[in-house]
């Protein structure tokens, strides 16, 4: 049994209301847990705290015992305010959301994901994070992630935590090593460039110490992109029976993502529905990776595009929220009643058997 961790909150900054979203009260604070373990010994990741926004209902009529905590993602980003669109979605429903800057955000350090997320100390901060809440906020309490945050998110999943009510996963990158090898192979890389960029900062795992159970260095490589080992041991799609069986997931993924692949939500969505677990899935044609975020306001398609898919993915979500059984095994491809064998009929490209193939290539030609 975990022992039960007490919070002190170290400091208010700033109490304001929202100029991005009417009736939205915005607090920033630090958290410093009682017991909190240092990871890192470099003194660029050493810290003692965990910075939170807290997103609240300024109308206290309308206001729930209902919380949300959503992870950003990343690699290297911070919450700015480019969700606050999104955000304000449901605190105008009454709900209070939890944007927490865990490791490998930029408000600690500007190399953010060099952080080595295979010792996966995001999972220490997410627990902090979730006491926290629990202490001020009793309740019901929700999970959205976006992107990097969803690989975050369920790696603390995978430790069978029955931290919430149900989780909602938007772009998720399911499978480190396909979705570098996806990304990297659209800005033009040649087999042999991808194959050698075993020791990339950029990669999921930085450039630390990597050691298995039995305490031996990973010596080969750290990048899961050309470690088809170490891809399985990091990656979700490989561990998902150990999420828990009770909780109701939705995946939600645009079709034109170039970021990370949408192939990868249909896959993880098609192995938990094999294990009988309580999952739907929203699927959409066009919104980029970041159909979510505030719209930029010199680009004229995403001010056309992503306020209504915006408002339609908040919507999906909050419905889902509210009565996730009646949701579970449900698909829906723009808004209408999908199968999976429709959507892997059209223009559909399954970056998994793609990044398996070049692994097997590069393999032989060795």
């Known amino acids: 049994m975990l022992k039960k961790i007490f919070f002190v909150l170290s400091f208010l900054i700033v109490l304001m209301k929202s100029s991005f979203a009417s009736g939205t009260i915005v607090e920033e604070y630090d958290i410093r847990p009682e017991v909190y373990e240092q990871t890192f010994n470099e003194p660029e990741f050493n810290r003692d705290f965990i910075h939170i926004k807290k997103y609240s209902p300024e109308n206290t009529t309308i206001k729930k015992s209902t919380s ?61 994070v979730i006491n926290h809440i629990q202490e001020i906020t009793p309740g019901k309490l929700f999970a959205i992630s976006h992107s990097l945050g969803c690989h975050q998110l ?84 490989y561990h998902s029976d150990n999420i828990p069986f009770d909780l109701p997931i939705q995946f939600i993924h645009a079709k034109d993502d170039s970021a990370v692949a949408f192939s990868l939500s249909v896959d993880m969505f098609e192995a938990l529905r094999s294990q009988d677990k309580p999952v739907s899935a929203y699927f959409i044609s066009s919104g980029g990776h970041g159909f979510i975020k505030n719209p930029i306001a010199t680009d004229t398609t995403q001010q056309d595009l992503y306020p209504k898919q915006r408002l339609e993915i908040a919507s999906r979500i909050l419905t889902f929220f509210d009565n996730s059984k009646k949701e579970t095994g449900k698909i829906y491809f723009d808004g209408m009643p999908e199968t999976i064998e429709n959507l892997k009929a059209n223009d559909y490209k399954d970056v998994r058997i793609d990044h398996a193939l070049f692994l097997a290539t590069q393999k032989s030609a060795k």
């Not at 399911?174 to 990339?200: C, F």
């Open 68 to 128: 949300i905590l959503f992870l950003h993602g990343g690699p290297g980003l911070q919450d700015e305010g480019q969700f606050a669109m999104f955000i304000s979605s449901f605190t105008e429903k009454g709900y209070t959301v939890y944007v927490p800057e865990i490791i490998g955000s930029s408000f600690y350090n500007t190399d953010g994901m060099d952080a080595n997320e295979y010792e996966k100390p995001h999972q220490k901060d997410i627990q902090h």
């Open 154 to 237: 369920f790696n603390f999943l995978l430790l069978n935590t029955h931290s919430f009510d149900a989780v909602s996963a938007i772009a998720g990158a399911w499978d480190a090593g396909a979705n570098r090898y996806s990304a990297m192979k659209k800005i033009n890389q040649t087999p042999e460039g991808l194959w050698n960029v075993m020791h990339s900062r950029r990669s999921f795992l930085g450039e630390y110490a990597i050691k298995t159970e039995d305490q031996k260095n990973i010596t080969e490589t750290y990048n899961p992109i050309v470690s088809e080992d170490l891809n399985q041991l990091f990656s979700v799609f």
